[in-house]
């Protein structure tokens, strides 16, 4: 079974940085055959996309929502079987619970099977 953890949120400033983490774990996992997303859930907001790296058996291709493009970046370390969240110039709408999701072979970054409990990440002066 597949298990996700993220981990790297916290209280920054405006303006400021945070990089988060994803590290999963399971029998036979690999990267190459997983896509993998961010998503993020404001408080009395519904769940947003944020960022979609598509397993490299679908290209490996990457997608962002228009509202963090040119802040936030997503990678991968395959080594390490982690998956990253760059943000950057941070802004107080970005408070939310910062979630990755994991889907074997997945196309669409819309369906994902496997979720991490979620890591806070706060934005305030």
């Known amino acids: 079974q597949l298990q996700l953890v993220e981990s790297g949120g916290g209280l920054v400033q405006p303006g400021g940085s945070l990089r988060l983490s994803c590290a999963a774990s399971?029998?036979?996992?690999?990267?190459?055959?997983?896509?993998i997303a961010w998503f993020r859930q404001a408080p009395g907001k519904e769940r947003e996309g944020i960022s979609c790296?598509?397993?490299?058996?679908?290209?490996?291709?990457?997608d962002y929502a228009d509202f963090v493009k040119g802040r936030f970046t997503i990678s991968r370390d395959k080594d390490k079987n982690t998956i990253y969240l760059e943000m950057n110039n941070l802004k107080p709408e970005d408070t939310a619970v910062y979630y990755c999701?994991?889907?074997?072979?997945?196309?669409?970054?819309?369906?994902?099977?496997?979720w991490g409990q979620g890591t806070h990440v706060t934005v305030s002066s």
């Open positions: 399971g029998s036979g996992f690999s990267l190459d055959y997983y896509t």
């Open positions: 790296i598509r397993s490299r058996s679908r290209g490996g291709s990457i």
């Open positions: 999701a994991a889907e074997f072979h997945g196309s669409s970054c819309r369906i994902f099977a496997s």
